[in-house]
Nanobody
Framework: QVQLVESGGGLVQAGGSLRLSCVASGSIFSISTMGWYRQAPGKQRDLVAGISTGGLTNYANSIKGRFTISRDNAKNTVYLRMNSLEPEDTAVYYC???????????????WGQGTQVTVSS
C-alpha cells in the first residue's frame, strides 16, 4: 500500500505565498510522474503542474510564472511553491504520483487526501 500526505495549505492574503509538500510512503519501488491538481467548489479537478523523474515540468496556463513544481526523489516528495496568489487560486490541492510497488511490474496512480488553500482578497 502507498500513502500520499500533503501539507502546507492554509489561509493567505492575495499576493502572498505558500509552499505545499507531498510525501509518498509505503511499498514503493519507483515513482515516475508526480503532480498537483486542484478543485474549487462546484468545479472539476484540474491539473496545476506535473514533473517527471528527470525534472521535466508542465504547468497550467493560469499559474505559469507564479507557481513552481519541484521534487526530491530521495525523499519521495513533491513540492509546489505558489507565489503571487490570487483569490481565484482558492481550492483544495491534491498531489498524485505514479508508483511502482515492489510487488508489481506496472505503475498505479495514487492520490493524497488534499489540502485547502484559501486566498483572501
Amino acid at each position: 500500500q502507498v500513502q500520499l500526505v500533503e501539507s502546507g495549505g492554509g489561509l493567505v492574503q492575495a499576493g502572498g505565498s505558500l509552499r505545499l509538500s507531498c510525501v509518498a510512503s509505503g511499498s514503493i519501488f519507483s515513482i515516475s510522474t508526480m503532480g498537483w491538481y486542484r478543485q474549487a467548489p462546484g468545479k472539476q479537478r484540474d491539473l496545476v503542474a506535473g514533473i517527471s523523474t528527470g525534472g521535466l515540468t508542465n504547468y497550467a496556463n493560469s499559474i505559469k510564472g507564479r507557481f513552481t513544481i519541484s521534487r526530491d526523489n530521495a525523499k519521495n516528495t513533491v513540492y509546489l511553491r505558489m507565489n503571487s496568489l490570487e483569490p481565484e487560486d482558492t481550492a483544495v490541492y491534491y498531489c498524485n504520483a505514479d508508483v511502482q510497488s515492489g510487488a508489481t511490474p506496472y505503475y498505479i496512480t495514487y492520490w493524497g487526501q488534499g489540502t485547502q488553500v484559501t486566498v483572501s482578497s
